[in-house]
């Protein structure tokens, strides 16, 4: 609970910065706290290193500056990033990226969302899926597919905090729960 706060609290403080210096601020430094992310968790060696209380914090702005050259991030955004290691923070990194993600979604009228089949769809499949959903939604869509032959047939749909469970396997646990019931 308290990685929460604390991740949201960092995220905003950078998101409310981007929107002071436009929308193109918001979208590099999402950009690049979701590639710090992504690297910290490739890497579980950076990620201990950034978070160890045994390394000092020179050395860990010394990391954090060849990734972000490497990233090449913007002055506000390596500062933010030499304050988390100044105030211990790093081992939030992760999910300050996340939550920044997530405000930048909203931001910007996003809805992310994961569909699970039993078969892989086809390309077309997955577009028309998709385009149906945002003209259901009326705003945009980033839909991620995923296979589990668990669910025997149908679909599985994760949008934000709704599942919409379209699959089989409900539909037989539902058909089991009216037969134990005498219906």
Do not use: H
């Amino acid at each position: 609970m308290i990685n929460t706060v604390v991740a949201r609290r960092y995220a905003n403080a950078i998101f409310a910065l981007g929107k002071k210096d436009g929308d193109a601020a918001l979208s590099s430094r999402g950009d690049c706290l979701a590639s710090l992310g992504e690297m910290l968790a490739a890497a579980p060696g950076l990620d201990l290193t950034l978070k160890s209380p045994v390394i000092g914090v020179s050395e860990k702005k010394a990391v954090l500056d060849k990734l972000l050259t490497k990233l090449k991030a913007d002055e506000t955004m390596r500062n933010f990033c030499f304050l988390l290691a100044d105030k211990e923070r790093l081992a939030f990194l992760s999910e300050i990226a996340a939550w920044y993600g997530k405000l930048l979604d909203e931001a910007k009228g996003i809805i992310r969302g994961q569909c699970i089949t039993a078969v892989q769809l086809s390309a077309d499949k997955k577009s028309k899926l998709k385009d149906t959903l945002q003209q259901k939604a009326g705003t945009d869509i980033e839909l991620t597919f995923a296979v589990d032959k668990d669910i025997l047939g149908g679909m599985v749909l994760k949008m934000g905090d709704r599942v919409l469970d379209a699959s089989l396997r409900a539909q037989l646990g539902i058909l089991r729960e009216t037969f134990k019931r005498g219906e």
